[in-house]
């Protein structure tokens, strides 16, 4: 045992965040195989989905829906525009705003991934109803880390 180690002390698999890691990352695993033949990563299908939803998009407006940082999406846009999915175009009244709109190729891309929420949903072993109940308790557990995040950010601002 560690010397000088608090009482109250948690290890990972007693944390809530060790446990909402593990399943993201379990979630990849039942996703790996339903999307690699369709050439899409879990990121990409995450956003190809908002892109599905509400194209054209701005970066920003991706990245609000996805929680997913500007530097995390300008490469991954950038493999969906070589696999000829989206395009990528500069707003004239902003050069700094990139729109993002799906290709033919990208709007087909919807139908061919149409199964995979079912496959997903039925790896889960949960019905519809307590998936909804968990997704609600997330939601509501990601909205309340966020405004903690935010409050906390903006002490410590300048």
């Known amino acids: 045992m560690i010397e000088n180690v608090p009482e109250h002390y948690l290890t990972p698999e007693d944390m809530l965040c060790f446990d909402v890691q593990a399943a993201h990352q379990a979630f990849g695993r039942v996703y790996k195989p339903l999307l690699a033949p369709l050439g899409l990563t879990y990121p990409q299908y995450v956003v190809m989905s908002v892109l599905w939803d509400a194209a054209p998009l701005a ?80 939601g509501q557990l990601r909205r309340t880390l966020d405004a903690q995040a935010d409050a906390t950010s903006s002490r410590f601002a300048g």
């Open 59 to 138: 970066v920003g407006g991706i990245g609000r829906r996805t929680g997913m940082e500007t530097s995390t999406l300008t490469p991954l846009l950038k493999r969906l525009e070589a696999q000829g999915l989206v395009t990528r175009t500069r707003a004239r009244e902003d050069e700094r705003r990139v729109e993002i709109a799906l290709t033919d190729a990208g709007q087909g891309m919807a139908a061919r991934t149409a199964h995979v929420p079912e496959c997903v949903g039925r790896a889960t072993g949960m019905s519809e109803a307590e998936i909804a109940d968990l997704r609600a308790t997330l």
